[in-house]
Every structure is written in C-alpha cells, then in structure tokens.
C-alpha cells in the first residue's frame, strides 16, 4: 500500500530525489528541518534531538532540525566530516503562494566549494580538484573557489597526476567520466585526506530541467565561460582531456553553487617537470608543512619560514615550498629581492607593519563576485586599499629591478577608494538586511529617510517626557515590538492615576497595561513607513555598491597577487636575517659544497643551544655516494635530511643555513628516511621500504638527490646487506645522482676500494667511562662501530638487560674470532694480511664464507638464553665449547679460565693491559 504524505512532505521528497549524496536543509519558517533517513544521520552527526512529526502515513516521520541564524555551525561540522549540505530555500512570498510554498536548492555546499570565512582557515587554500580522462591523456585542474584560483597540468600516466595531487591537500576530488573503481583507489591512496568520488552522472541526475529556449541560452553562456577559463592557455595546448577537465569543473560549480562564479581566473597551466618534484614520502620525511607524528606546522619548514603578515602570504609561501622551482633565472630574481630586503632592514620591517594592515584581499575579491560579501568586508576592502599608497611609496625608494619592475606597479584602485571611502560606515552592521550601513550624504533618499526616523525617535522620547508630566505617572515609559508596534505602558499600581480619554487600551499584561494615543498612532505609521523603506533600499544600495565593486575584480587579484609575493620575500629577509643565512650559489658542473650546514628547524628548536655545523662535499666523480656510518642518536639522519632541506630552501628563491653553499639545481629529491607500514595497504615496513627505495633508484636522474637510510634493516643480516650493496651498485653503474647512504652495515664501507664514485664519511663520537658521548661532527673514513648498547643505556634500559647484551655481544665477538682463526688454520697456509681486510677487499666472498660458517656452526649447540645459563652444570659453557674446538691442554684451559672469570668492565685500562701481558706469558712458557 503506498503511503500518500502531506504535500509539504511530498514536496520534501521530491527535492531530495535530486540531491541523495547530500543532507537537505529544508527551509520552514526559523529552521532548517530533515527528515527521515537525514534526520536520523543527522542528529547523531550534529548531537541534536531527534523527534518525529506526522506526515501523512500511519506512522510519524523522523524530525529534526536546526535554527536558521545558526545553521552556519552546523553546516561546517558535516562538512568538515566529509559530508555535503544541500540549502533549500523558500522562492516565493507566502503570502502569494496557492498551496504549498514553492521551494527550490539554492547552493550545494560541498567540501571544496566552501565560501563563508567561518568555514575557511585563513593561511590554507581550499582546493577541489578535478581529474578527467581522454584517450590515452590525463588531465588535471586545481581550483581555489574562495580565491579564484586555477591551475592546471597533465600527463600520460594517472599515477603522475595522482602524486600530482598529494600537496594540494585538497578537500574535495571530482573524477569525471571513464575512471574505474580502482582508479578512484589509487587517487586515494595518495590523497587519504580528500573525498573523492565519481561526479559526471551526478552532474547529470542534478541537473534542473529547463526550458528549450533556456537550454540554448544555458549552453552558449556554459561554452563562454569555458572559453573564458581556457583563455591563458595557448591553443596548441589545448588538449581533449584539459578541455574535458575545464568543463568538469564549470558544470560541477554551475550544479552546486547556482549562481555566477565570475571570479574564477583563467586556468594556468603549468607543466610537472618545471617545479622540484618530490614524491610523497619524500615530502612527508622531510616534513615541508607538517610533522611526521603530529601532523601539525609547529616543527616543519613551513612553520620556520612563516613569517608573513598577511593570510594570502600565508597561502604563498606554502605554495612556494611544495613547488620549488628549477629555473634559475626565476631562483635568482627571488634572491636578488630578498637581498635586497636584507639590505634595507628599515624599510622591510616598516613595510611588514604596512602589510599588516592588508586583509585577504583574494578572499574578499571573491565573496564581492561571489555575492556573500557583507558591510565588514567591505570596511576590510576598503582599509586594505589605503595601505597600498603607502606601500608603493616605500618601494619607490628601494633600487633593485625585480622589485621596481614587478612588485612596485601595484594598482591603488583610486577610484575604488574614493567609492568606499563615501559611502559605508566605520562600524556598518554584519547583515545587509538590518540598515545602518551608509554614511549621510551618500543618497539623497536615504538622507530623508534617516532624518524622518531619526525625527520620529526623537519625538518618541519627547513624548514619554511630556506624558509623564501630563498624567504624573514617573514610571510611564513608551516602548516598542514588532507584534504590536509602538505604546505607552502603565503599571497596574498607577492606573488610579490615569484619567486621560485619549489612552486607548493595546494589550493587557500580568502587571501593567499598555497603551496608544492617536497622535502615538499617526507618528508610529510615518515611522514604521520610513524604517520598512529605509530599510529595502539600503539593501538595494548595497546590491548596487557590490556591482560597483566587482567592476574592479581583476585588479583586486593583481593586486593581491603582488602584495602575496612582497609578503613572502619579506618573511624570508626576516628569517635569513634572525638566523644569519647565507644567499646560495648555483653552477653547472654538478658541484655541491656546503660549508658549515645546518637542519634550520633542529636549530631553531635548539633556541640558544649550539648546533653542530657540518659540510657537505659531492662531485661527480670520487664524491658522487657518501656512505656514512656512525653510532645510532649521532645525527646521521639530520645531516641527510639538512642537504635536502638546504636544497629545497635554495630552490624556492630563499637563503640557506649554511655558511656557503654552491648548488647545482636538482630536478629530483628522493629520500628512505624512516620506518613506516602501510597495515591499511597491506604493506609491511619492509615492503614500503622496498617500494621506495625501487621508487628512488628507478625514478631519479643524473641531476637528482638521493637519501637513503638503513637500506635492508628490515629483513636478515644477510639479505639486507646483500641488498644495500646492491642498490649502492645500481646508483653508481645506472644511475649516477648523488646519494646519502646511511648504513650500519660496516662491511659497505669496504666499497670504497671498489667504487670510484663512493667515499666513506662518518659521524664522530668518544667513549668515556663506558658511555658513548656524541659528537655530532660528520668526518672523513669509516666508524668503528655502531654503539647501539650504549645507546640503550641512555634510553635507561633496565641494567640487567644492558649486561646480558654485552655478555652475549662478547660471545659473539670471540666466536667470530675463533672461527676466522679456524677457517686460516684449515686453508693450505697462513694468508697475508688478516681476515677482516680481505672481507673488506671482497664483501662477496665474505659474505659467502660467513653463510658457510653459519650452516657450520648450526649443528652446535646456539648461544645460551639467561634461564640455560643458569644449568651451568648439565650444559657445555661459551669457554668449554671453544677450548673444545682448539683442543687446549691444561695450562692453557686455566688461562681461559682465569679469563672467564675477569670482569674487564670494572678494571682500569691499564690493568686490563698488564692482566693481558701476564697471561700472554702463562701460554708462552706453556709451550716451551
């Protein structure tokens, strides 16, 4: 039996029809009301009560409902929850309607098509991105809608355009007409925090229907406004899936804002390969906008730069770090004005404090065109505009051509000025429905307007005073609503006291009465006449006034574009400046030198302590691979992530923490840093670390950088050593860019006498009293060892544990010993040199003799766990078992018993030596 709802509940259902991937806000009088399966979502969302209401079937409907004034809160939890918000509005008068009010959508809110400030984050972009396909072409659009914003990029290949994606941290992702499911997986994967779906069938099912005339009408103005967008792109360069894209984009926004989005810049284009490209582990290792752990800007490079003035340097120079460039001519511009902002500290700081007084002229340019501007903006637009003067002046007297030439041409919009300046108060109202927003003498009709309300308050106060004195009721006072309008009020205490037959009684209260006199009446309607005017046409004059402005779109964003990029080249004086960095040198051999590097977050941390400055020297030849050992907690990792921060912060176009750095300009920055799984992918730390480093070895050039950390340490000794050496091969036969390699396999270094390109570098440390003390200093050759017992001693591992691991790490020490002096002893003589050089000679037969020895040594009895070692009387003990093996005689067995028995930790060096010699002659007058 089908269920026959009310026609307000019928008219629900078919509006939501339309719009089923979105909560409906449906207007009825203060709220906005759901209803069945969003009101059930909703209030648990949104924590608010839900109720049912009758709506024509047998059983009551799920209801709830949110109040119209405040529904802005509401809308910004769902979205920020993934959700979208379909507002439906009432778009006729009531008091016109037959039957039902006719209601339509005016706006789908979405993620990425967010407008209102509240909803905004000031110093971050809110993309939507757009991908579509075309024949054997991918194509990509990015679009600020707050900002106006485009851009746009492709490649034959989506994985390109999907780690294309990754820093635009985009809110939304719209994936037009022939991606798969799969595909929508793999733009996931390298955006998680995005949504995604498929939106050419939703353009479809949304589409209002429309007349054939407005059909026509609608495609030729669709076309124009892709033409429109496509304009600053070369023909030639337009190809089917950047054009598909474009239109994705244009029809997406036409179906969910409804209304002109004039604003929108025409779409740059760009290509991958002009910009620094970083894949996205690499920029998440080197933490460019956010902390690996905490995710936050606090302790990234972003966070460290950042000191810009205004929301749209803000904006910038975060571009500017996730893109670096690889023109050096571009670098050497941006450089040329921080250097020149270096040299005039003055009018740099003055010139900050100027910006301070600019708001986001981008973001306020965009709600004039958009239409949600509001008096406050405008008052915001209008304080901007008068900085400018003064900030074209400032740069009039700084030298320098890319300053002069660029950035000090910047349009005042005198006319604009002049405009705002006449025409809207200092502190107007939020609502452009409340009044209260011209100034006198702005319209002639709304001067007699506001002088005829102000009259009629003026006479409202005159008279309670003269009533008073009439009737002698001191508390008479004369008030106002909007239900009954203006009257005179008598508490019940005084109406003894009123005689007076012109009070006519309005309406009756629990302790007063209330009342209206015919002169009260007469003014109240000139009054109440004069504020409904007053009210409609100021409305009307800001409607006006926001076309007036909008008028001077292009400008505004030209002009918001420059001051970005002061703002940003300030920040970077100004840091350069506090933390004494120094302007980089680019060439064209292939040289990198960096004298004196810092990590410029690490030091920032530090504060006042004293970071350990370190060079760093490759060429491309002996110093093409750095392989650098030393103990865990030395620094190694920050030494590699400071190079490719240094040439990260060059190619942006800012100074360096460094003393000196000459430069080549890098296409590629690849870096293994780290340990991380993948659960969600099924990828174990092992695996994600394969796929990077395969990323690295197969994706870098000649002219890339390379940071790999601790290759193979998740799997086998032996398999991860093979590996290492394998991928440290690889570079240097196939690859050839310059490489960090940071191992803890001590053999590798032995690679050095093999590989012409490969020069071992090391961090420096000393031991005092059994403690490891970290010199943080990178030096010439290999380290001795790794340290890692003493680094868990300063981790505060529990003692005993500390003690068994160097019991068992002696163990393994001399059992490594005596099976190098057995294998010598079996050979047909005695070989030249030790063991240890020829594995360092040949890490290949090494590596395959100590696989012999283990399968050897498998058939005898493994190392002793802390419980067997307490059975000491049924078992065979580390020191029997090794004078078993060299079939010892008796004065030698207590040799090695007297050595068991010595606590070498607790003796002296010197005592540990003289002990030594002493028992050197016990064994030498044994064999006499």
């Known amino acids: ?36 399966e969003d009101a059930v979502l909703a209030s648990r969302e949104l924590e608010i009560t839900l ?26 939890k769902l979205i920020e929850k993934g959700y979208k918000v ?9 008091k016109e309607a037959k039957g039902v009010v006719r209601r339509e959508v005016v706006q789908v809110i979405t993620p990425g098509t967010l407008m209102e400030d509240s909803m905004l984050k000031d110093r971050e972009n809110n993309f939507i991105l757009f991908l579509a396909k075309h024949e054997d072409r991918f194509a990509l659009v990015a679009c600020d809608l707050s900002t106006g914003e485009v851009s746009a990029t492709q490649a034959s290949e989506l994985q390109t355009l999907a780690e294309e994606a990754q820093p635009y941290n985009a809110a939304e992702i719209v994936l037009g ?71 994705l984009l244009q029809s997406y926004l036409e179906d969910t804002q409804k209304r002109s989005v004039g604003h929108l810049q025409p779409v740059q284009l760009y290509q991958t390969h002009s910009f620094l490209h970083l894949d996205p582990s690499s920029r998440r290792n080197l933490e460019l906008t956010e902390t690996i752990r905490a995710q936050s800007k606090k302790g990234s490079l972003l966070w460290l730069l950042d000191e810009t003035s205004t929301a749209m340097g803000g904006r910038l120079i975060k571009k500017w770090i996730q893109r670096p460039l690889m023109d050096q001519k571009l670098i050497d511009e941006r450089l040329d004005a921080v250097q020149l902002f270096l040299d005039h500290a003055l009018e740099r700081e003055e010139l900050m404090q100027l910006l301070d007084e600019v708001y986001d002229l981008e973001r306020l340019a965009g709600r004039v065109s958009y239409g949600n501007v509001n008096p406050r903006d405008v008052v915001q637009l209008r304080r901007s505009l008068k900085a400018v003067p003064e900030i074209t002046a400032l740069l009039n007297q700084l030298p320098g051509s890319y300053i002069q030439e660029k950035l000090s041409k910047l349009d005042p919009c005198t006319e604009l000025l002049e405009l705002l300046e006449g025409s809207v108060l200092d502190e107007p109202p939020i609502s452009v429905k409340d009044g209260g927003i011209f100034k006198q003498g702005y319209h002639e009709e709304l001067d007699r307007l506001l002088e005829a309300s102000r009259n009629g308050k003026q006479w409202i106060a005159d008279l309670e005073a003269t009533e008073r004195e009439k009737t002698g009721i001191k508390s008479l006072k004369v008030g106002f609503n909007k239900v009954f309008g203006y009257y005179i009020e008598i508490t019940r205490a005084n109406l003894h006291a009123l005689h007076d037959e012109r009070y006519e009684r309005k309406q009756t209260l ?23 005017r007053l009210m409609v046409l100021e409305y009307e004059l800001f409607v006006e006034l926001r076309l007036k402005i909008n008028q001077y779109l292009l400008r505004l964003q030209a002009l918001a574009e420059g001051i970005a990029q002061l703002d940003v080249l300030g920040s970077f004086a100004r840091v350069s400046e506090k933390f004494q960095y120094t302007r980089p ?20 941390v530090l504060g006042e302590s004293t970071f350990v400055a370190n060079d760093v020297r490759m060429d491309t030849e002996a110093r093409q691979i750095l392989l650098l050992t030393g103990p865990n907690m030395a620094g190694k990792s920050t030494y590699m992530r400071q190079t490719a921060l240094i040439v990260v912060m060059a190619q942006i176009g800012c100074f360096v923490s460094a003393k000196r750095a000459k430069l080549p300009v890098f296409d590629q920055i690849f870096t293994r840093i780290g340990a991380a799984d993948d659960l969600v992918g099924g990828q174990s730390t092992f695996m994600v670390e394969m796929m990077e480093t395969k990323r690295a070895i197969t994706k870098a050039t000649a002219d890339s950088l390379i940071l790999l950390d601790e290759i193979g340490r998740g799997t086998s000794t032996y398999d991860g050593m093979s590996l290492a050496q394998a991928v440290v091969e690889y570079i240097q ?13 001590h053999e590798l270094t032995g690679l050095e006498q093999q590989l012409a390109g490969l020069t071992n570098i090391h961090v420096a440390c000393s031991e005092r009293e059994g403690r490891v003390i970290f010199l943080h200093k990178v030096r010439e050759g290999k380290a001795d060892r790794s340290y890692g017992i003493h680094v868990a001693q300063l981790a505060e591992m529990p003692s005993t544990v500390i003690r068994r691991a160097q019991e068992i790490l002696s163990v393994l020490e001399g059992q490594n010993q005596v099976a190098s002096s057995l294998d010598e002893r079996t050979d047909q003589g005695w070989e030249s040199g030790s063991s240890s050089e020829n594995e360092v000679r040949n890490p290949e037969k090494a590596m395959q003799s100590s696989q012999e020895k283990q399968k050897q040594s498998s058939q005898e009895k493994p190392l002793q766990t802390t419980q067997e070692k307490q059975k000491q009387s049924s078992e065979i003990t580390a020191v029997e078992q090794m004078q078993f093996q060299f079939g010892l005689e008796g004065e030698e067995q207590q040799v090695l018993s007297q050595l068991k028995e010595t606590n070498l930790l607790t003796m002296t060096p010197l005592a540990a030596l003289n002990l030594l010699y002493e028992l050197q002659e016990q064994l030498k007058s044994s064999k006499k």
């Open 1 to 36: 039996m089908t269920t026959t709802y009310t026609p307000m509940i019928q008219q629900y259902l078919g509006v939501k029809a339309d719009y089923p991937d979105a909560f409906l806000f449906f207007r009825l009088g203060d709220f906005y009301e759901m209803f069945f």
């Open 51 to 76: 109720t049912k209401r009758a709506g024509g079937g047998e059983d009551k409907i799920p209801m709830c409902g949110v109040p119209y004034h405040s529904a802005s809160q509401y809308i910004r």
């Open 86 to 94: 379909a507002i439906c509005e009432q778009v006729e008068d009531p």
């Open 177 to 247: 007409e022939g991606f798969s499911t799969a595909d929508q997986q793999q733009v996931k994967s390298y955006c998680p925090q995005s949504s995604v779906g498929f939106t050419a069938e939703r353009g479809q099912r949304h589409a209002i229907p429309i007349s054939k005339t407005d059909e026509v009408t609608s495609q030729k103005e669709a076309e124009g406004q892709v033409e429109n967008l496509l304009s600053a792109i070369p023909k030639q360069q337009q190809t089917g899936a950047i054009i598909q894209c474009v239109q």
């Open 510 to 532: 629990a302790n007063a009465e209330r009342y209206i006199t015919p002169e009260l009446k007469e003014k109240e309607a000139l009054i109440l006449e004069a504020n409904d």
């Open 585 to 604: 040198h680019f060439n064209s051999d292939r040289l990198l030198s960096i004298e004196d590097g810092r990590h410029p977050v690490v030091e920032k």
């Open 733 to 745: 036969e196939h690859v050839q860019a310059k490489t960090l390699f940071s191992t803890h396999y």
